[in-house]
């Protein structure tokens, strides 16, 4: 669908063009480098949320864990940068690489549990992830409680001082670069035979496996895939933020992601990009709904979610536009 | 020795209230066949409403009492008002709308009472138990769960509202066909976990200080122990929770005799999950669970 | 000889599609009455009219009250018993368990207890198996206790959706007798679904043919056994 291409194509100008947007009514950036790094989150949380996509949405494995992966990828890239001086973009494939092997062998024992069993073993490995990380013997390299302190990367070239990128502008045209990788390919890979497989298994499992197709390697792969999503996002959140801690990667983690991911959209890959909209931006609304508990605000649209939109934003979005179509061809036909 | 057996009472002290949160875990998989994740934030919700009455002047057993009241109406609005809109969707979206009633009553448990630590008195600290390997604490925890679980067990195995709880949980339709107000059923049964959870709250936190994140991870040994006993059994939930909580302390007591210190206090919670995957991978039925056959 | 069940002009709609398009039809205390027709043709869809498990439109009346729009639930309590397609056996429960469920509602204990011996009388096999979990039995011992189960709650009308589906021939023939002999000793009306068109044709006495949701034939069993159409269209000769 030629259209199709058409508004992916304008959403990547508008994001290419966000750091530069113009204020009308001021004369300088719209967004600040506060905001141009809020955006770059949004960008981190939508590679995470399209890991888990691919694991909960097209492969029907339900993880509340996913924050595990998270912490891994980040901490993997902070020690790298930390104790090995690595440069922060070689940080991104050996984060991936160990995610997707941690997240194949999890995958192993994973494939006996279904639904809800499923749900409870990978909420157990989100909330032994902060006490691993403090855990005493492991602080040479973890930092215990106190964490890693990192430094922000400068724009490489001396960009910073030709085109005015501050290093904030920069990390996000990188995130921004790796996405669109990462999406392109998740996108074929999820369109082609390895996507129907992983519908297929989701679907009707025995079916799948009756008709030949390895359910265990596919489940066990989708497993280590989206692991490797998320913990690439992971690295990027360590290179962006330029701190880790292990209370940052608690069990809220690994609810945001699932929250993303429904919000968002299951099994769709746009639906990221809105997952992660929300997760950044909602606590500071729910912050002015409820001072004290933005977190029951949360709770509350998370369910009015499951009644109202079970299908995400752009489940939602999908919706209406084949609606729209179909009041179209009638009212042609009509004529 | 007294070192050993120490640790070997406290970890059933202990055991008796993971198997608590067992047994209203159970509650619900028996009467819905959901896992509800919100378990533990109501049971700590429960506590803070027995904590504001014993803090008004009530006495202890009757804030006991009007609290296991008060989460029994609260257990069965939610399912009523929460839950049956949702009917049979799939599980993800139970998981969802669990994970985001937890999330509302952390918060609100935040909100309302705020985040310091505050104390909870202990029904049975008016009894000493005249030995110093057990206190009467937790003699009194264990009394209590297994006074509830007995309860319980002879309800589902032996009333005829039991097994028609049971019934509607695994098979709504069939139930309907043999005349069992099913909707009724699960609110029921939700009535029922969240009693038994408010119990729980009640019996911990005495031990660990009334917090609002005081369950999170008592949640996971819930859960970890209803699965090493069997998500389908009370009796085996129960015993799970007993073998759990000494289970915890083993590797502190070898330690010990071995003059040595690697696992130690700090993986706890890793160690409970390490039990959650082993037996869902080994023995999904759990140790004494019934073994569910799928004809295909 | 009253009518027991009187359903007239009955539409039944999922989703968008409808699947029965105005059937009428009744059934009298003491009879068989069977259903027959082809797959899809709508016969466990108006079972489940008779119980409200589907979205209805139309009258459904059972003795001599209106049942259309009552909760499932509710219809069961007056004493309409439906051993559905595929038998919705309680699987993880056992045989005793299964059998008390279909007792559940009532409350004359002495007389619970005579009709488990009366199940026992009919269906020896599961006796033998009482405490086995329900799902480990045959087929045809699941149809056995679907049934018992159904007897448990004495009925005074029993829906059977297909009792012969997946069954041994001569499973299915101690089925059949076993029912014949229900309904004359129990005295239960039967509403039969059932694709083995000659079988049903044997039990009942009367009989509706259904096509697309439609009632195209109805007569007593005997007459519509020997038309020439439903001889070459469901009997095979």
Known sequence: MPRHYYWIGLSILLALLIPYLPNPFKGESLFSDFHVFQFTLVLIYAIALLGLNILTGYNGQISLGHGAFYAVGAYVGAILMDKYDVPYYATLPVAAIVCLIVGFLFGLPALRLEGHYLALATFGLALAVPQLLKYHPLEPWTGGVQGIVLSKPDPPFNLHESLGLSQDAWIYYFTLFVLLIMFWAARNMLRGRTGRALVAIRDHHMAADTMGINTSLYKSLAFGVSAMYTGVAGALTAVAVAYVAPDSFNILVSISLLVGVVIGGLATIPGAIFGGLFIVFTPNYANDISKAAPWAVYGVVLILFMYLMPFGVWGAILRGVRALEKYRKTAKMGQ | MDFVIQQITSGLAEGAIFASVALALVMIFTATEHLNFAQGEMAMFSTYLAWTLINAGVPYWLAFV???????????????????????????????????????????????????????????????????????????????????????????????????????????????????????????????????????????????????????????????????????NPAGAVLGGFIFGVLQNVPTIIERLLNINVIGNELKLTFALVVVVAVLTFKPSGLFGQVRIKRV | MSTLLEVKNLHAIYGQTRALHGVSFSLEEGGITTLLGANGAGKTTTLRSVCNMVRTEGEISFAGARIDGKATEEIV??????????????????????????????????????????????FPRLKERLAQQAGTLSGGEQQMLAISRALMLKPRLMLLDEPSFGLAPLVVQEIFRIMRRINQEEKVSMLLVEQNAALALDLADHAYVLETGRVVMSGLADEVKNDEGVRRSYLGY
């Open chain 2, 66 to 232: 009007i609290t296991v009241v008060i989460s029994f109406a609260g257990g069965v609005t939610i399912e009523y008002v929460v839950l049956r809109p949702l009917a049979r969707a799939p599980v993800l979206a139970y998981v969802i709308v669990f994970i985001g009633l937890l999330v509302i009553f952390n918060s609100m448990a935040g909100w309302i009472w705020s985040y310091v630590l505050k104390e909870f008195p202990s029904p049975f600290k008016a009894f000493a138990t005249g030995s110093n390997l057990i206190g009467s604490h937790q003699l009194g925890v264990i009394a209590v769960t297994l006074i509830v679980l007995t309860a319980l067990f002879l309800f589902f195995k032996f009333t005829p509202l039991g097994l028609a709880m049971r019934a509607a949980a695994q098979n709504p339709v069939s139930a309907k066909l043999v005349g069992i107000r099913v909707g009724w059923m699960l609110a029921l049964g939700w009535g029922l976990a969240a009693s038994i959870g408010a119990v729980a709250g009640m019996m911990v936190a005495p031990i660990v200080f009334l917090d609002p994140n005081m369950m999170a991870g008592i949640l996971l040994y819930g859960f970890a122990s209803a699965l090493l006993g069997g998500i389908s």
């Open chain 3, 77 to 122: 309590r007056l004493g309409v018993a439906h051993v559905p397609e595929g038998r919705g056996t309680f699987v993880h429960l056992t045989v005793e368990e299964n059998l008390k469920l279909g007792s559940y509602t009532r409350k004359d204990k002495a007389e619970i207890q005579a009709d488990m011996e009366l199940v026992f009388r009919y």
